[in-house]
């Protein structure tokens, strides 16, 4: 065709033919460039950047998506006491979990055709009322909450319970499965954490909450959980699994496995039934005396720094740590409820402050001034120093002159001439103001350093507060004598109980500064033990020699000093008592305190006690308003003697008893009936029993008590001549406020045998009696009474002229 | 048909010249790549779909019965068939798509027609775009697409047999008879019909809507339209009035503004289309500079939809990493350059224009497709030759390049001139 047309078109049509052809070509070429190269240049130039420049991130937010993590749950780590008894144990629990939007899609509103979509409404709320009504009725959860939840149909994750135990489990199982619903109605394993001991130890243990960081998994807070997290909690083990985009795994995917590695198991230093001990005795005292500011109490082994035990009140249950569970607390509370409302500001405050009050370990976070407890570390500054010694002797006149200011002791009129041993009995602070001036500001400085009340003791617990002492410019510069001599008894300086308790157990161990601790041993899942605890000396701080002569002087300060009312025969209780002034806060209040040891030959417990402000009669009275001399001496140390005598009996340590102890050490009876009253009489003479008998006849038909039985020696029993032996039981009376021999005798008169604990001079008055007045008990049955004495010992100057720090 | 025409042949004495340049040697190269990619093609196909066969995620809009072959079945079935059509096509004297081609335009834009009228047309994601005849569903856009390369390259190569004929004269005193001469002076009567035809057919496939099949046949009415020498004046004009429109409709009309914002960030709108780019820009990325290795893809695991159709590629990227997909690159490039050589060596216009109309449509195919699977470009919904499932797309591309090939078959010849 084109051959035709250039035959009849020769020239002209050449020439334009070939401008034409040319254009094609040049236009042809121009497109093959544009289709062939130019256009997929920018495809790799954005292959190059997803697949080489951000092939990181695109692969991580592949492996994200397609990959599903499960988690293996470590199991955390059990806490036991130092015999081994469970304190903290996790088990596992359930969330309850309901999905709206699963039970909206559970019926298809294809299935019911009609026009106004009523059946599938109503489909949908039969559905919806089974499930609400099942919860409603089964856990008794709010119905409207419910219905509210149930229609939020965006969600797929409602959390209807946090910590659901086993049994409700395995009935929301057999729901789910009877009804089909368990893609709508699911649990999710989860773990709670128990406190079989309640609360026990709780400032110590610490306890369980969500925090920032954490999301919703539960955290040790405080305590021991919070400072072994790491240990307890183990390492979280994870699943992963490739799945499709739907969520099901994949069979030919990939799968790695992090096993999960369980916590570790911590054995505390803290002995579960020491540390019973002391919370009973705080809580006892505190309700004894109506003590406004709480109060602590540590148990620490003085020869390893082993905290046995330690104790604040108020105290909390961790099982639920938000409930206030202090009764005085309670009592304020429902005051402020009663007033102002539940719903009131007060109320709020009130509340959150008794919240955080009875999370406080007081033993460790508060600091307060430990008074004459505080003296025989003065002493054994200058014992040590050898500026004071044994045979020194002080004069006191009542009052000494500090930097132009009148100092009183706590005995207006003055000790007189007391040794060394005898001022610290009388906890005289004039001769302590005497021993300070004479050891000298730097050198008592120096030892305050030694002692370790600048720097925090390193107990494994967090939370410990500072010492609040002045600054070594001041305590040491020419204005520093008064702190010099109100820091010697122990006032101006504030301590933390901790701090007080490690540095009075380097001052009868030898004088070796330990560093206390509550961990005993750590011991991963298959029983190996990755920590113990080697016991840590910080420094020697006083001599073996010194240490003794300290002993000896704490030894007579309950034997004879302000401190005998901790007196229990045959413990050898050693200690000083305290009454220290709160300067700092102006009311008057006093705390009240014992530290003492036993037994003393071979210290195995020292025991920290205080009770803060018990409540006055009046404000500007000394007593409490039953009657007692609010002191150290006459409020903390019969409790803290009790409790050193029930821990050692706990410890299993033998009573020795001194000459005078034996006459009224407890002795066995004798088996007597049928025989003649005479014979009789012999035997139990020589068993240091007296009698009285009932009836008139030769031959002893019955007796009082059985043979076999521990009664106090000295005790009357009473010989059955011919008259039957009644059965009844007799009901204890209130021996209280009784003298020793008239307790006896009151006792005696019901069969009852008095055993007699604390002290027992002639004014001493009976104090606490084991079986409560007005128990019904068998005849024979022994009760102790303990006995103690009035003891002043204020250790504050009265004149009130003392700046504190 | 081959047999039948061996026996008129026989009959013969002689074959015409025509006949005999017919019988010319096909160019290997060519086939080669062309059977090439088919064959990577269906096996990227098998990768991509074998999850989404297996779970069978939708069974009321496709089916699979959780047969992981089920696409790689049904396409290699298209594919035998698109094979042998395109080697019968190759056999054909491309001649004779002169009058085919008109015809073949006619046709489609019935066939345009019917899709639209209720009951003919079959409807899926909103569109209206496929004829059900006989149990075979069948897209009359992709034959259009085709037969506007075929009629306009028909047309067109006879353009030059009227370059220097004395201008044509016009009825002057008619008012319609001035307003031609004015048009004719610049060309405008000239490109009227390719106007016309060209508007019916896409108003036809906005109807439907079929944005993709609008930019395929505006892209192939282009190309030939340039390479026939169309002053580029017309080009400039179209293309400024093009963008000028394509501004427009992007700010101006939500559907293409969300497109956009989507295409520049995917995360924005991850329940509608964004989630399909980024999912398809995770596959890319991860697949790295080596890839997973073929048949490791997890992103096909259902997480990135239509995987089987317009996302075949980003399974290739994922699985043969960069290389995989740059060597994919040059395949095609290769397939395009080896396609305008052929061109550029073609006995007459008429086989240059048709060559360069499919190249190009296969070559704006393949770039759109890429643009959007690596996000370069908005989604466009334009699948990959040779990859994407769907029998019409593959049966149209190999008959297309079926006519390429018997194009090649008479260039041994020197050119007519």
Known sequence: MEREQQQQQPQRRHSDHGRSNRSLFRRTVCLMLVMGIAIFTPMIAQLVKLQIVEHDAWEQRAVSQQTKNV??????????????????????????????????????????????????????QARRDLIVNWLAATFGYDRDRLVQRIEFTKSGYEILAYEMEEEQAELVRQFTSENYLSNMLYLEPTSKRYYPYSSVGSHVLGFMNQNESSGDRKVGAQGVEAIYEDALSGEVGRVVISKNAQGVEMMSGYEMYFDAENGYDVTLSIDERIQAILENALAEGVETYNVTDGAFAIALDPNTGAVL???????????????????????????????????????????????????????????????????????????EEQILHMDDT??????????????????????????????????CNVALMDMAERIGAQTYWDYLEDFGFLEPTGIDLSGEAKCITHSEEDFTGPYGDASLATYSFGQTIKVTPIRLITTWASLINGGHLLEPYVVQSIRDSAGNTVYNHEVTEVRQVISQSTSEKIQSIVQAVVNDGSGHNAYQAGYRIAGKTGTSEKKDEDTGDVVCSFMGYAPYDDPKVLVLMAFDAPERSESNSNYTPSGTYISGGNITAPVAGRVLKEILDYMGVEKKFSDMELATSDVLMQYVVGSELSVAMGTLRAANLAFRYIGSGN??????????????????????????????????????????????????????????????????????????????????????????DTIIDYDGDPSGAIPNP | MALFRRKRRKAKRDLTVEEQLARGPIDLPFLALVLLLTTIG???????????????????????????????????????????AMLVISKVDYQRLRWMGAVGLFVSIVLLILVLIPGLGVSA??????????????????????????????????????????????????????????????GLLELMPYGIILLIILALLAKEPHMSGMILVCVGAASVLFVSGISLGWFAALGAIGAGGLWLIITKTEYMTKRIELWLDPMSDLQNGGYQLYQSQVAVGSGGLLGKGLGNSTQKYLYLPEMQNDFVFSIWCEEMGLIGAVLLIILFALLIIRGFWLALHARDRFGTLLIVGFSSLTAAQVAFNMGVVTGAIPTTGISLPFFSYGGTALLVNLAEMGVILSVSRQITAPKSQ
């Open chain 2, 42 to 84: 269906l096996i990227a196909l098998l990768s991509a779909s074998f999850a989404y066969g297996m779970y069978n995620p939708y069974p009321n809009i496709q089916d699979t019965g959780g047969d992981p072959y089920y696409f790689f079945k049904h396409q290699g079935g298209y594919a035998i068939l698109g094979v042998v």
């Open chain 1, 699 to 788: 031959i002893v038909t019955d007796q009082i008590p059985a043979a076999g039985t521990r009664i106090p020696g000295g005790s009357t029993v009473v010989l059955y001549l011919g008259d039957e032996k009644p059965t009844d039981l007799v009901t204890v009376p209130d021996v209280s406020g009784l003298s020793p021999d008239a307790a006896k005798s009151k006792l005696e008169e019901l069969s009852l045998f008095l055993r007699l604990t604390g002290t027992a001079q002639s004014g001493s008055k009976a104090v606490y009696q084991n079986i409560p007045e007005g128990t019904e008990v068998p005849r024979g049955t022994v009760v102790d009474v303990q006995f103690g």
């Open chain 1, 71 to 124: 988690t293996l749950g470590a199991n955390r780590g059990t806490i036991y006491d130092t015999q081994g008894r469970v304190m903290a144990i996790s088990a596992t629990v359930y969330r309850l979990i309901l999905s709206p939007n699963a039970v909206l899609q559970s019926i298809d509103e294809e299935d019911y055709p009609d026009e106004d979509g009523t059946t599938y409404q109503q489909a949908l």
């Open chain 1, 394 to 427: 002080f004069y006191c006149g009542g009052v000494k002159m500090v930097g132009g200011w009148p100092i009183h002791c706590h005995e207006h009129a003055g000790h007189g001439m007391q040794s060394l041993t005898v001022a610290v009995e009388n906890s």
């Open chain 2, 125 to 186: 994601n909103g569109a209206t775009r496929w004829l059900k005849i006989g149990g075979v569903t069948f897209q009359p856009s992709e034959l259009a697409k085709a037969m506007v390369v075929i009629a306009f390259a028909s047309k067109l190569s006879q353009r030059k047999d009227r370059k220097g004929l004395p201008p044509r004269k016009f009825n002057r005193r008619t008012r319609w008879g001035r307003f031609c001469e004015w048009a004719d002076k610049f």
């Open chain 1, 309 to 383: 035990g330690m104790a604040s009140c108020p105290k909390f249950d961790p099982n639920d740590y938000v409930e206030i569970t202090d009764p005085y607390l309670q009592e304020q509370l429902q005051q402020i409820a009663a007033a102002h409302g539940t719903d009131s500001d007060e109320y709020k405050d009130a509340l959150s402050s008794a919240f955080s009050l009875q999370l406080r370990n007081k033993a460790l976070m508060d600091t307060y001034e430990p008074g004459s407890v505080f003296k025989p570390i003065t002493v054994a500054i200058g014992l």
